[in-house]
T-cell receptor, first 118, second 112 residues
Framework: AQTVTQSQPEMSVQEAETVTLSCTYD???????LFWYKQPPSRQMILVIR??????QNATENRFSVNFQKAAKSFSLKISDSQLGDTAMYFC???????????????FGAGTRLAVHP | NAGVTQTPKFQVLKTGQSMTLQCAQD?????MYWYRQDPGMGLRLIYY???????DKGEVPNGYNVSRLNKREFSLRLESAAPSQTSVYFC???????????FGPGTRLTVL
């Protein structure tokens, strides 16, 4: 069974600095998808970034980028130039495509609470 | 474009009461999902609907029922609420089951 582990329950960073959130996962699959979702105090779950396992290039989205290490089963999120609005809970998630149809299960880690300080 | 909407935002129930959580999406997505979020556990799937007319159990379906009313709407029903169902409930949708899921704002449910 697939599992997702976020080993940092809480992190803090100063505004404008860079922070990296860790995520590891366990799977025997070769093709899958990885996601980072952000949940601010408003509780809304917001997609930050998505990575397809078959792509060697790391995904980027403005100030957010990932370091995808497939062999190590590691998927860390780097936030550059941190802003106060980045304060949120961040969830790493794994999805194994079920190519023959049916549900592609989205498995979440327990989350990392990030606080950005002025 | 509202995306995924959920009602109500907050609800307090007594043990044994029933209620239905409503979810609607305006993105013409085929697949819809219900999750619950408990402290320290991330999100867990309760039920999903891969397409209109189909529903299937997720990881934690006990105590819940769902209805895919049409392509837009997917409701979650608690027939006899229990304190263990105190949680935040999220609805999500995706274009298909292989695609990115987009979430609603959540419903905070407390069962006394």
């Amino acid at each position: 069974a697939q599992t997702v582990t976020q080993s940092q329950p809480e992190m803090s960073v100063q505004e404008a600095e860079t922070v990296t959130l860790s995520c590891t996962y366990d799977t025997s699959e070769n093709n899958y998808y990885l996601f980072w979702y952000k949940q601010p105090p408003s509780r809304q779950m917001i997609l930050v970034i998505r990575q397809e396992a078959y792509k060697q290039q790391n995904a980027t989205e403005n100030r957010f980028s990932v370091n995808f290490q497939k062999a190590a089963k590691s998927f860390s999120l780097k936030i550059s130039d941190s802003q106060l609005g980045d304060t949120a809970m961040y969830f790493c998630a794994f999805m194994k495509p079920w190519l023959s149809g049916g549900y592609n299960k989205l498995i979440f880690g327990a989350g990392t609470r990030l606080a950005v300080h002025p | 474009n509202a995306g995924v909407t959920q009602t109500p935002k907050f609800q307090v129930l007594k043990t044994g009461q029933s209620m239905t959580l409503q979810c609607a999406q305006d993105m013409n997505h085929n697949s819809m999902y219900w999750y619950r979020q408990d402290p320290g556990m991330g999100l867990r799937l309760i039920y999903y609907s891969a397409s209109e007319g189909t529903t299937d159990k997720g990881e934690v379906p006990n105590g819940y029922n769902v209805s895919r009313l049409n392509k837009r709407e997917f409701s979650l029903r608690l027939e006899s609420a229990a304190p263990s169902q105190t949680s935040v409930y999220f609805c999500a949708s995706s274009a298909g089951t292989v695609y990115t899921q987009y979430f609603g704002p959540g419903t905070r449910l407390t069962v006394l």
